[in-house]
């Protein structure tokens, strides 16, 4: 099972900021890497997949890069409605289609 | 509009058995792939199963292979989780999750989940 590494864990930021998260994989899954994003109380909702294309609606400030191994989720200039945890998840070695762990993205 | 709608959780004793459900609206339900996806009280996301468009294709996650069974029944725009002989550790909010176009193994939309609590 491929495992899926987010880090860090906890990211504080001010708003206006750049975040740049990042995503390692126990092994190569090509581009086939999507990030989620999640607020509390909510429903995770998908931000990114093939690594870098966003998914429908998703702003600009938005941005994934990466392949094989290694991945990252930038946000250029944080908004109040970006706090929240992200999540990135392989989908290339399927089942099971892996999450890491998280990574929160709190104000700082 | 894609809705996805999670019924079914609630309080049960350990080793006993639960079917949730999930009403889907908005899209062609017999052209996608659909999954369960969990999550823990405070803990992140877990694949639970994944079922592809015609039932042809299932998949387990470890730590439910043998326990639980997906289904689905397209004339209703309905995914189902069977969940036989619960344990304390698949306490969780269960969400019902579509795959996306252009891999069945993303989620394109989430429903609000429903929580499952496994309890004596």
């Known amino acids: 099972e491929i495992v899926m590494t987010q880090s860090p864990a906890t990211l504080s930021v001010s708003p206006g900021e750049r975040a740049t998260l990042s995503c390692r994989a126990s092994q190569s899954v090509s581009s086939n890497l999507a990030w989620y994003q999640q607020k509390p109380g909510q429903a995770p909702r998908l931000l990114i997949y093939?690594?870098?294309t966003r998914a429908t609606g998703i702003p600009a400030r938005f941005s994934g890069s990466g392949s094989g191994t290694e991945f990252t989720l930038t946000i250029s200039s944080l908004q109040s409605e970006d706090f929240a945890v992200y999540y990135c998840q392989q989908y290339n070695n399927w089942p099971p289609g892996t999450f890491g762990g998280g990574t929160k993205v709190e104000i700082k | 509009e894609v809705q996805l709608v999670e019924s079914g959780g609630g309080l049960v004793q350990p080793g006993r058995s639960l079917r949730l459900s999930c009403a889907a609206s908005?899209?062609?339900?017999?052209?996608?792939?659909m999954h369960w996806v969990r999550q823990a009280p405070g803990k992140g996301l877990e694949w639970v199963s994944g079922i592809s468009w015609n039932s042809g294709s299932i998949g387990y996650a470890d730590s439910v292979k043998g326990r639980f069974t997906i289904s689905r029944d397209n004339a209703k725009n309905s995914l189902y989780l069977q969940m036989n002989s619960l344990r304390a550790e698949d306490t969780a909010l269960y969400y019902c999750a579509k795959g996306s176009s252009g891999s069945g193994y993303m989620f394109d939309y989430w429903g609000q989940g429903t929580l499952v609590t496994v309890s004596s």
């Open positions: 908005g899209f062609t339900f017999d052209d996608y792939a």
């Open positions: 093939g690594a870098s």
